[in-house]
């Protein structure tokens, strides 16, 4: 399955963006989905994990409460709706597919495609 994530940007602190992330050329519904980041000098990290159903979710302690991972089965499409948006957000968005479970995916495991990055950028 091919990956492209959208959606990215500048924004001030405390704002919100909202990145799609469509498949192509694969079963959507076989992946489970996440979405990891990768901010200048660090090692990227997972943001959010979200299961085939849609119906089990997980997020790193530093997003939790404030962006939300969903998924259309329908559309083919992930998305992270991050809210409350913080200067340390600033970093390079990547979604993936992966055909194990969402624990694993966290885990950076089990991913068979990611996507191209799109940039965040949370201006102070």
């Known amino acids: 399955v091919q990956l492209q994530a959208s959606g990215g940007g500048l924004v001030q602190a405390g704002g919100s963006l909202r990145l799609s992330c469509a498949a192509y050329?694969?079963?959507?519904?076989?992946?489970?989905m996440g979405w990891f980041r990768q901010a200048p000098g660090k090692e990227r990290e997972s943001v959010a994990a979200?299961?085939?159903?849609?119906?089990?979710?997980c997020y790193a302690d530093s997003v939790a409460g404030r962006f939300t991972i969903s998924r259309d089965n329908a559309k083919d499409t992930v998305y992270l709706q991050m809210n409350s948006l913080k200067p340390e957000d600033t970093a390079v968005y990547y979604c993936?597919?992966?055909?194990?479970?969402?624990?694993?995916?966290?885990?950076?495991?089990?991913?068979?495609?990611w996507g191209k990055g799109t940039q965040v950028t949370v201006s102070s």
């Open positions: 993936a597919a992966g055909s194990d479970t969402i624990v694993r995916m966290t885990a950076g495991d089990g991913i068979d495609s």
């Open positions: 979200i299961s085939r159903s849609g119906g089990s979710f």
């Open positions: 050329g694969g079963t959507f519904s076989y992946y489970v």
